[in-house]
């Protein structure tokens, strides 16, 4: 397998990469674009589809160059994908028709919650395994019918192609209207058991199957990639963002727990092929669809974590970038008192809570610079608590240690605070890109190079064992009391 190479590509909520692995996971080279996001609105949360395109196609195409170059085999290619955002095209054109509606978006709060007043939820959660939240996608899809002007009249000429990230990047890159299992059982439209779109749901929503794309296994033959005067690349691997990171963490054993430290933080329980019960706090999902068959995952999502210490440097200008606040968090033992909930956005897993808004607690005079940012470092860690206590409540079984990565993972502070608060051994992946790595991963099944085996634990080179401080019980309880402060603060 000499000068034989894997390409992902990493399409996040504000940056897109396109990586060069070899087959034993050392990046070779990565090349990124920045894609900004909009806010038009208090709680909505939009994107310019084109401009998520063009960042993709400029860092692929920068990628395969470099290939070239070094005389590098690319063997297959890999996807992975910001979940739950939608886009809504012409299916012939391929023209964006409406911008796209992040995951983090809240402005479908009142249609949720009119579809919990019917009586809906608990139907839908046991279809989807998910709970009836503006997150999800279907909501997003049926107001951009409602909405949006050009999308209804798309949807009149039979022209109308809606989708998740992934589904909006195959069409442009492979020319087909598709989607990969993983993001399917994102969307609130996919029947976990069936595998596939579920008539039902597609009623309740308004939503006609043609306008949805054809949904394939995370290892299957999607099409090929071909820019101008360069070789044309299978992909053969395509995976949500966190179900990749599950893989490239080597979680392939039922309770094997992984948390990515990105715009959020999305906690993730390995299931193995039977269904879990997610009751009410947490979600059951795909983890993955191979040619072994399916396989659920347990996983609690929080909407704050690289987009809350992003909002310190850029808007508060606390210090100018992740290692100026890593420094700040530093110089203090701890918050002086000060909680901040980040419910910027409401609140994900365990609350649910759309209508929270965010509430810093317990300022005085003596609060500076450095306790604001230790209080946004321990809201990260309290709120993975909170999720990895939902887990360990509702399986009965407890989480014997947390696999860690994505940016803020890289802080030692922020680390031990989560060892501490979760009571449990955090390990750092020694694999930094475990996304991509885990896209790159399924796409080496899907091209026949390796099977899914091939991704266990990596040895972890950092851990951070958990102390028993005598005052973490009663941070644990204040915290939640600060939580339920901002609850229902929107009205």
Avoid at 155 to 177: C, I, K, N, P, Y
Avoid at 349 to 369: D, E, F, M, V
């Amino acid at each position: 397998m000499k000068n034989t190479s894997i390409l992902s590509i990493d399409a996040g909520t504000t940056s897109v990469r396109a990586l060069l692995f070899d087959v034993h996971g050392k990046v070779l080279a990565e090349f990124r674009r920045a894609v900004p996001l909009d806010f038009p609105q208090n709680g909505w949360v939009e994107q310019s589809p084109g401009q998520l395109w063009q960042a993709v196609y400029e860092s692929l195409e920068q990628a395969l160059q470099f290939a070239r170059n070094q005389n590098l085999e690319v063997a297959c290619a890999g996807l992975t994908n910001q979940r739950e955002t939608v886009v809504a095209w012409n299916k012939t054109t391929g023209r964006a028709l409406a911008p796209a509606i992040v995951w983090q978006d809240r402005r479908t709060t009142e249609s949720c919650e009119a579809l919990k007043q019917k009586g809906l939820e608990s139907e839908i959660r046991q279809r989807t395994g998910l709970g009836l939240d503006p997150y999800f996608s279907a909501g997003k899809m049926a107001w951009l019918l409602e909405n949006q002007p050009e999308v209804k009249r798309a949807a009149e000429q039979e022209q109308l192609a809606l989708g998740t990230v992934d589904s909006w990047l195959m069409f442009q890159l492979l020319g087909r209207h598709l989607s990969e299992a993983s993001n399917a059982s994102r969307t609130s439209l996919y029947n976990l058991e069936l595998g596939s779109w579920d008539p039902a749901l597609l009623n309740v929503w308004n939503i006609h199957p043609n306008w949805l794309p054809e949904i394939m296994p995370s290892d299957a033959a999607f099409g090929s990639i071909a820019l101008p005067g360069l070789p044309k690349i299978p992909l053969t691997g395509v995976l949500g963002d966190q179900q990749a990171s599950l893989l490239g963490q080597g979680c392939l054993n039922a309770g094997d727990t992984k948390n990515t430290y990105g715009t959020g933080c999305f906690i993730m329980q390995q299931a193995g092929r039977v269904r879990p019960d997610s009751g009410k706090a947490l979600l059951s999902t795909l983890a993955w669809e191979t040619q072994q068959g399916r396989f659920y995952a347990l996983e609690g999502s929080v909407f704050m974590a690289g987009a809350l210490l992003n909002w310190l440097s850029d808007e508060l200008h606390l210090a100018d970038s992740m290692a100026g606040l890593n420094a700040l968090a530093e110089s203090v033992s701890n918050s002086g008192g000060v909680i901040l909930v980040p419910a910027f956005t409401g609140l994900g897993a365990p609350y649910w809570s759309p209508r929270a808004r965010g509430t810093w607690l317990g300022i005085n005079a003596g609060t500076g610079k450095a306790e604001l940012v230790r209080s946004a470092f321990d809201a990260i860690a309290q709120q993975t608590a909170d999720v990895l206590d939902s887990m360990q409540a509702l399986t009965g079984i407890p989480t014997r240690a947390l696999w860690v990565d994505g940016g803020a993972s890289a802080s030692d502070v922020l680390m031990q605070r989560q060892a501490d608060l979760a009571g449990m051994p955090v390990l750092r992946s020694p694999i930094l890109e475990s996304t991509a790595w885990g896209a790159a991963i399924m796409a080496g099944q899907g091209a026949g190079l390796w099977s899914l085996e091939r991704a266990g634990n990596p040895n972890s080179t950092s851990v951070f064992s958990p102390s028993n401080a005598t005052e973490l019980p009663a941070e644990r309880q204040s915290w939640k009391r600060a939580v339920q402060v901002c609850q229902d603060w929107k009205g």
